[in-house]
């Protein structure tokens, strides 16, 4: 995955994802989701839920956020 990725871009995308986690555990939950992207519909949350979150544990590490975006 990140081995795909040019260094800049994937140090752009390590920044972003820190600036959404902002409890620092190193996922992204829906509610930072929220908290970030405030006018984010519901059911684009759902949709990504479906999409993005390949272990469906409720929140998205750095490599799905990764696969997700890039």
Do not use: C, N, W
């Amino acid at each position: 995955m990140s081995a795909e990725l040019p260094d800049g871009q994937l140090a752009k995308l390590k920044s972003v994802f820190a600036s959404i986690d902002t409890d620092g555990d190193g996922y992204i939950s829906e509610a930072e989701l929220k908290g970030h992207f405030p006018d984010l519909p519901e059911e684009a949350l759902g949709a990504m839920s479906q999409e993005a979150d390949s272990d469906q544990d409720g929140r998205y590490s750095l490599e799905e956020f990764i696969r997700t975006v890039s």
